[in-house]
């Protein structure tokens, strides 16, 4: 029988998130079966149920991965000097993400809400608390007089919002290097448009 195969420096499970995003992106969290994922990994259904006991399993552990990785990326933002250089960390870090996990990132933006409860609660809660700590580096940066006196929740909305134009494919291939992609974003969202 054959074995799932194994990404580079990943393991059999990374293999099968890897997959399960990628269908998930395409044809939708509702729309995909396990035997489909099992077909586009070319093993028998009942194999997959070793490492996933069901496609929600799945949606969870692709969900709380990127959740866990946007909050690993704000929580070292916090310790950067100046709220500008916790800003610009944070929008790295989106773009590193969506760059490397293009799929895994839409699935994680897009699919959540297909989540079961409680786990739904859990995974809201997670992502609340992410924009709760992007707006306070906003808002201190306000008042510290390092950002212009704007709404902080509408700069939050607007700098979460601007990232994920990445997930347009399109957009990714205009650049030839991701560190343009990257100091474009950072330009206009940091310093604007105005000369």
Same mark, same amino acid.
């Given at each position: ?84 250089? !916790?800003? =610009?960390?944070?929008?790295? @870090?989106?773009?590193?993400?969506? +760059?490397?996990?293009?799929?895994? %990132?839409? &699935? ?35 008042? !510290?007089? =390092?950002?212009?006196?704007? @709404?902080?929740?509408?700069?939050? +909305?607007?700098?979460?919002?601007? %990232?994920? &134009? ?30």
């Amino acid at each position: 029988m054959p074995r799932i195969p194994e990404p580079q420096n990943g393991t059999r499970q990374q293999a099968i998130l890897n997959q399960a995003s990628a269908l998930y992106r395409t044809r939708g969290y509702k729309a995909t079966s396990m035997r489909e994922l099992a077909a586009a990994l070319h093993i028998q259904a009942p194999s997959l149920y070793n490492h996933f006991k069901s496609k929600e399993a799945l949606l969870q552990a692709i969900c709380f991965s990127i959740a866990g990785k946007f909050t690993a990326g704000i929580s070292a933002a916090e310790n950067a000097t100046g709220n500008l250089k !916790k800003i =610009e960390s944070v929008i790295q @870090n989106h773009i590193r993400l969506m +760059l490397e996990e293009p799929d895994a %990132v839409y &699935v994680a933006n897009h699919e959540w809400r297909n989540l079961n409860e409680p786990v739904l609660s859990l995974f809201m809660k997670q992502r609340r608390n992410y924009e709760k700590r992007l707006l306070k580096i906003i808002e201190t940066g306000i008042q !510290k007089k =390092e950002f212009k006196n704007t @709404n902080a929740y509408i700069s939050t +909305l607007t700098v979460l919002s601007s %990232v994920r &134009v990445l997930e347009l494919g399109q957009v990714q291939n205009k650049f030839t290097h991701k560190k343009d992609l990257e100091q474009t974003l950072l330009t206009i969202l940091l310093y604007g448009l105005k000369k």
